[in-house]
């Protein structure tokens, strides 16, 4: 029988060729392009403790937004003293005796004056903000480092663990001990294995929430350079603190100026509308509320600067203890492993001795960096 399927001629191939290599040609050099990307995204992004505060003050959206309030303020300063002076010349042009309160005030410079301390309050917002933002930046690295560590440390003691529990399982075999013996250990090596897979979580959580804070993608590789080692600081005097946290309350500051512009518009409203009128009254009366809420301030700030000793005091304690502690459970690990070595410890007294050691350094761990970040925030004055 003949064949009837019709074969192409060599052009038409030659045709065909060419168009499936107009079509997968773009296709591959996607795919490659994909691969580059995703290996280029592999490579880790390397930050200092001051690489990593400077790249999130050039990206961070609240010092842009602290900039604009800012301008705005000196725009509206600006307006408030062009205004004065217009109403200022107004008056006297006209000398109408049916002036209103608010141009009363306006030419007496009171609004000038009102603008200015708002001013005042949000340059010093600005101020905060950015150390606000250094404070969280600081607080995310720390905590990257801090869990890295941690997960470091548990990755050593697991695998010492496992060590052990190889150990543990020839002398089973060879019936030196008992099954619920190598039972008990090898459950303490699914236990840290459990502890080791948590911390890696707890890394990997710290390391999205340091992207998130500088501005970058959630899944961005980053390698931290500065680690956190024992350091000695001396706490400011309490004058000393009480001084940086006074300055640096925002609304500290705004009711101080408060009291004085109240006590100004007290003046201005006895000047135009007289003593026993109730415009003058309830400018009274606005005062003395500030006042009292000026007062709340200080004695807010009195606290905070008597708790901060107090915390001061309890985490020098902490750490203090923490190092002593990983000391001690560093001796025991030892002599417990020369101890098992003369047949004098068991498998699992090992194993124990290990786990205490590896909890001990994290603690340690932990605390250092506690005690590091609020040093920042003491120096920082919030």
Same mark, same amino acid.
């Given at each position: ?12 191939l030659v045709a065909v060729v060419l168009v ?216 400011? @005097?309490? &004058?000393?603190? *009480?001084?940086?946290? !006074?300055?640096? #309350?925002?609304?500290? +500051?705004?009711? $101080? ?47 905070? @600067?008597? &708790?901060?000793? *107090?915390?001061?005091? !309890?985490?020098? #304690?902490?750490?203090? +203890?923490?190092? $002593? ?58």
């Amino acid at each position: 029988m003949k064949d009837n399927k019709k074969r192409l001629s060599w052009p038409q191939l030659v045709a065909v060729v060419l168009v499936l290599a107009m079509v997968l040609i773009p296709v591959i050099g996607a795919v490659m392009a994909i691969t580059s990307v995703n290996a280029q995204e592999m490579v880790a992004e390397e930050f200092s403790l001051e690489r990593a505060k400077e790249f999130a003050r050039e990206n961070n959206y609240d010092i842009a937004l602290s900039d604009l309030k800012h301008e705005s303020s000196e725009l509206g300063f600006k307006m408030a003293y062009e205004m004065e002076r217009d109403l200022e010349k107004m008056y006297h042009a006209t000398k109408s005796s049916k002036e209103a309160y608010q141009t009363y005030q306006a030419r007496q410079g009171y609004i000038t004056q009102k603008a200015e301390k708002g001013e005042k309050a949000l340059l010093l917002t600005n101020k905060i903000t950015e150390l606000g933002t250094d404070l969280a930046i600081e607080s995310a690295y720390y905590a990257v480092v801090e869990k890295e560590d941690i997960y470091n440390i548990k990755k050593k003691s697991y695998k010492n663990i496992e060590k052990q529990v190889n150990r543990s399982k020839i002398k089973y075999e060879l019936g030196q001990i008992s099954e619920l013996d190598y039972l008990q250990v090898e459950l303490k090596l699914d236990q840290a294995k459990m502890t080791l897979e948590s911390s890696m979580a707890d890394y990997k959580k710290a390391v999205m929430d340091f992207n998130k804070q500088m501005g970058l993608t959630l899944s961005t590789e980053i390698a931290l350079v500065d680690r956190v080692e024992m350091f000695e600081y001396k706490l400011p @005097t309490y &004058e000393e603190m *009480l001084n940086k946290f !006074t300055g640096n #309350s925002v609304t500290y +500051v705004m009711s $101080k100026d408060n009291v004085e512009l109240l006590t100004r518009e007290v003046n201005l409203a006895r000047a135009f509308y007289g003593n026993r009128e109730p415009e003058h009254k309830d400018a009274i009366n606005k005062l003395e509320q500030e006042k009292i809420n000026y007062n709340l301030e200080v004695i807010a700030l009195e606290k905070k @600067t008597r &708790e901060t000793v *107090l915390d001061y005091n !309890t985490l020098v #304690s902490g750490l203090k +203890v923490a190092d $002593k502690a990983r000391g001690l459970y560093k001796k025991v690990a030892e002599v417990m492993a020369v101890k098992y070595e003369t047949g004098l410890a068991t498998d699992l007294e090992v194993v124990e001795a290990e786990l205490d050691y590896q909890n001990a350094e994290v603690d340690y761990i932990s605390a250092l960096h506690k005690y590091k970040l609020f040093t920042e925030q003491v120096e920082k004055g919030l």
